[in-house]
Every structure is written in structure tokens, then in C-alpha cells.
């Protein structure tokens, strides 16, 4: 589904990836794990096609598509997700407005029919439902007062409304508590744990793992993919660090 | 004879569009707008055509008056309000200007609080894309008796292009000891990362900006009768400016 080939990029002048190759194929999921700086945010930014973020070689391709040739909203309509570390904060803008918007103009691109406005709100309702959060929340404004945890429910319930093939989700565990991690766990498996998607995990930790089980755990350090290995290795990790397993 | 036309050393008309205003020299005496004493006006002023509107408000007791403008058409626009209010009066106006290409866009308010407990409302958006110009000057003005006079300015403006230019200037003149005058001032720019986030779930720039924009000036046309009409009226040419 997604091929990364020796993917080089730069943010400013500053090479952070350097040499990435990785591969993800429908019905799986994988972690990415790394040490702070080592590149694990700018590579969703990279893919999502975030400003700024300069691909200086390499390549990416998406369901056979050349990913990099594709604006980001191209690509979110392609199926590619990113959930970000930092959800933005939107005033004046309704997340009800918001997502409508999205979700439509994703179909649009696609050439498939708009959704009415009762056909988005049934949608929108099973998505807050599943995963906790009350209708009212979808009404303010997108992600205006929203606590670090509800920001994280909030870009799960898009995912779901969404429901990409492919998501990448740039540490969406981090201020989480424990009943909450569970919520989003489990909002991950139910909404992306299928045979024709796959995710990305980006996360520092292993405890989001317990709730997801990755296929695949890499770790990412100065900016390439230095081991590779099953659920198992991020226990490793957990216990040894990164630095023991550099040395 | 009437006066020359002003230049740009008259404060009213520092910013404005010199050649335009010569043009349109002499102006026709401003329209006299008097709200009797617990009356209550209203007024939508929709500027698409290049025309100078100058109003002279004066509201009576205990009566209000509330402008809604959109101030868009045209090379040169200008709305300029003379407001004077009596005891315990109200006024409010909500204004969005949306200019691009060259066009200079205005809106100049004198308010004056003339007697005491009146209170005044002033909230001015403007957009602003190629080498458009947008102008608030507003006055506010304080008589030595006028205590508890109540006046908010909230003015803000943003700029699309870096080639487009904001004039906001709120000004006070106070002459009571016992009143509360508010005035806030804020020229931006879209927020890159708002942006890029609606973008990264499927809305073209052109769309995103447009969302942004519409949430910018949401609120402003609040309460007025033609508030739809406004709403999308502003819409249809923020969506030409994206």
C-alpha cells in the first residue's frame, strides 16, 4: 500500500531524513519508535505534505500513485490520514462544518456523490458515540477549549468519519490518561484494524502498543530506520532504551 | 462655493483614494438621520459600487441605532458615520470590508457621547488581498458630562497578499472621569498551520482559506435583519479574493 524509498528531506536548510526505506502493505500495522529528534514527526508531515517540509530524494508511492506529486488535500482524498501530534485550533470554524466539508470534498475528488446534511450528522453521531464524545463537543469549534486528551478523541472521531486507508497517526497517545487510551485504542483497531487499510504508529512509548498490537515495530534514529522487528521489540526498547540498542 | 476637496493632510482622508475623492468632489450634503427619543433605527448599508456614504446619526434618549456595512465595490468605498448620542443611547455597528486588486476601502466613524449613559459598539473586519487598501478611523468622543458612557472598539483586519495594506486607528477623546472605553486592534495573517490542517482532511487551499476567512468575519452581521443576505454576499467575494 505505501513504499518509502530512501526518502531524503529537509526542513529549512536541516536534512532530517536521511535515508528512509519502509514498506506497509494492506491488514497491517506498524509502530515507529525513536528517540526525540530522530525524525518521526517531520516523516508524517513529509507524507502528508506539510509546507516547508522539503523532499530533497527518494521516493513514495501510495496504492501505485506517486504520493509526493499530490497536494495534501490530494492526498487526504487519495485515503492517507495523519493524525496530528498537535491538533490545530480552529475558532469561528464548527467541527460539524468543518468535517462536512472534508468529507465531501474527499468524495467530490473522488467523483462520488456528496453527503446530505442528515447523512453526515447519522455519520458523525456513531463516530462520537463510539468513541465518547457528545455532540455538543462536534458543535464548537474545532478544537477551541478543548483539552489535550479531547483533541486526541476529536482527531479520532474525524478518523472514523473519515475512514481512510491509511493513517498516520503522529503520536496520538501522548496526553492521554489511561481510561482514554484505552477509548483511542480501541477507536484505532475498530475504525483502521482491517484487511484492505493499514496505520502508522508514531509513538515514544510502548503503552499505546498494549492496546494496539503492531505487525511491525522500526525504529527510527537519525532520520532512517535502524532495526526492525515484531511487538517484541518495543517491549525490548521499553526495558534497554534506545541508547542500549544503538551501542 | 463649496470647500476644496480634502488632501491628504485632513486626517479623515490621509489614507484614502486622493484622485477618487477629487472625482467625486463636492459631495452632496450628508444624509441627517435623527432617531426620536426611545426610538429605534436600523440601517444596512451595502457598498459595492464605489461610493462615499456619509451619514449623520443623532440618537435621541434612550433610543438605538444599529448600522451593519459592507463595504466592498469599487476602486474607492467609503462609509463615514457622524454619531452623536444622547442620555443613556445606544449605537452599534458591525462593518466587514473585503478589497483586493487596488482598491482602497474605508469606513470613518465619529461617535460622540454627548450626555451620560449612553453606550456604543463598534466591531470593523477587514480583508485585504493584492495591493488593496482598508481603512477604520474611528473616533470616539467623550463630553465633559457624559459619565458612565460605555464604548467598545474592536477592530481587526486581514491581509492576504503582504502587498495589501490595514489602517486601523481608534482614537479617544475623553473629557468625563467615570466611563469605560474599550478598544482592541489586531492586523494578521491566515494561521499556515490552520491551514494546512484543513488541507491534510481533504479542502482545497482556495476552500480552506475561504472556511478561515468566513469564521473571521462570522458574528458581525449578527442581529441584523438582513444578516443572510450579508453573510452571503460577503461570502461570494471572499471567494473571488482566494
Given at each position: 500500500?505505501?513504499?518509502?524509498t530512501n ?8 536534512p ?11 491488514g ?10 530522530a525524525?518521526?514527526?517531520t516523516?508524517?508531515?513529509?507524507l ?9 530524494e527518494g ?9 509526493l506529486a499530490?497536494?495534501?488535500?490530494e ?15 480552529i475558532?469561528?470554524?464548527s ?6 466539508e472534508a468529507?465531501?470534498?474527499q ?5 462520488e456523490a456528496p ?8 455519520v458523525?453521531?456513531?463516530q462520537?458515540?463510539a468513541?465518547g ?7 464548537r469549534?474545532?478544537?477551541?477549549g478543548?483539552s ?16 481512510p ?14 481510561d482514554?487510551?484505552?477509548t ?5 483497531n ?21 492496546y494496539?498490537k ?6 527510527l ?6 532495526r ?8 525490548e526498547?521499553?526495558?534497554d ?5 544503538a551501542? | ?5 480634502p ?5 479623515a ?11 467625486a468632489?463636492p459631495l452632496?450634503a450628508p444624509e441627517?438621520?435623527?432617531v426620536?427619543a426611545?426610538?429605534n433605527?436600523?440601517?444596512t448599508i451595502?457598498q459595492?459600487?464605489?461610493?462615499i ?13 444599529a ?13 463615514e458615520?457622524n ?6 443611547a ?19 466613524t465619529?461617535?460622540?457621547h454627548?450626555?451620560?449613559?449612553a453606550?456604543?459598539?463598534?466591531i470593523?473586519?477587514?480583508?485585504l488581498?493584492?495591493?488593496a ?9 467623550v463630553?465633559?458630562?457624559?459619565q458612565?458612557?460605555d ?5 481587526k483586519a ?15 477623546e475623553i ?5 469605560k472605553?474599550?478598544?482592541g486592534?489586531a ?5 499556515p498551520?490552520g491551514l494546512?490542517y ?10 480552506a ?6 469564521a473571521?468575519?462570522a ?8 444578516e ?8 461570494k ?6
Open positions: 500500500m505505501l513504499q518509502i526518502l531524503h528531506a529537509n526542513v529549512g536548510d536541516k532530517i531524513l536521511k535515508g528512509l526505506t519502509l514498506s506497509l502493505n494492506a497491517e500495522i506498524h509502530a515507529i519508535m525513536g528517540p526525540n529528534g525524525g518521526k514527526s516523516l508524517g508531515y513529509v502528508s505534505g506539510r509546507p516547508g517540509y522539503e523532499v530533497t521516493s513514495v508511492t501510495f496504492n501505485g500513485q506517486d504520493l499530490l497536494e495534501p488535500h492526498r487526504a482524498a487519495a485515503g492517507l490520514f495523519l493524525g496530528f501530534q498537535y491538533p490545530v485550533e475558532p469561528g470554524v467541527n460539524v462544518q468543518f468535517l462536512r468529507l465531501n470534498a468524495r467530490k475528488y473522488r467523483g453527503l446530505s446534511g442528515g447523512e453526515f450528522l447519522k458523525a453521531r456513531e462520537a458515540g468513541l464524545m457528545d455532540m455538543d463537543m462536534l458543535k469549534p474545532v478544537n477551541v478543548f489535550g486528551g479531547e483533541k486526541k478523541r476529536n482527531e479520532m472521531v474525524q478518523m472514523g468519519i473519515i475512514d486507508a491509511l493513517a498516520i497517526l503522529d503520536e496520538t497517545d501522548s496526553g492521554l490518561d489511561i482514554a487510551l484505552r483511542v485504542g480501541d477507536g484505532i475498530r475504525i483502521m484494524r482491517k484487511p484492505d487499510k493499514a496505520v502508522l504508529l508514531i509513538t515514544h512509548y510502548q503503552r499505546l502498543l498494549d494496539v503492531p505487525d511491525f515495530v522500526h525504529v534514529d537519525g532520520g532512517r530506520i535502524t526492525t522487528g515484531g511487538a517484541e521489540l518495543a517491549l526498547l521499553e526495558r532504551g534506545y541508547k542500549e540498542l551501542a | 462655493m463649496s470647500p476644496a476637496a488632501t491628504r493632510r485632513d486626517e482622508w490621509r489614507y484614502s483614494d486622493i484622485v477618487a475623492v477629487a472625482a468632489w452632496p441627517s438621520i435623527i426620536p426611545s426610538g433605527f436600523a440601517r451595502v459595492d459600487s464605489g461610493t456614504h456619509q451619514l449623520d446619526i443623532a440618537i435621541g434618549k434612550g433610543a438605538t441605532a448600522i451593519h456595512v459592507l463595504n466592498t465595490g469599487g476602486e474607492y468605498g467609503r462609509v458615520l454619531v452623536t448620542l444622547h442620555q443613556g445606544d449605537f452599534k455597528l458591525g462593518a466587514v470590508q473585503i478589497g483586493g486588486g487596488s482598491q482602497t476601502l474605508e469606513v470613518v465619529t461617535v460622540t454627548a450626555e451620560p449613559g453606550t456604543s459598539s463598534q470593523v473586519r477587514s480583508v488581498a493584492g495591493t487598501t482598508g481603512t477604520y478611523l474611528g473616533k470616539v468622543a463630553a465633559r458630562d457624559a458612565q458612557t464604548s467598545v472598539q474592536s477592530v486581514m491581509l492576504l497578499d503582504r502587498s495589501a495594506t490595514a489602517n486601523a486607528k481608534p482614537e479617544l473629557y468625563a472621569d467615570d466611563v472605553c474599550a478598544h486592534c492586523i494578521g495573517e491566515l494561521d498551520m494546512f484543513l488541507q491534510a482532511r481533504g479542502i482545497a487551499p482556495a476552500e482559506k475561504k472556511l478561515m476567512l468566513q473571521f468575519v458574528g458581525v452581521f449578527e442581529d441584523a435583519a438582513d443572510e443576505m450579508l453573510t452571503e454576499t460577503a461570502l467575494k471572499l471567494g473571488e479574493l482566494v
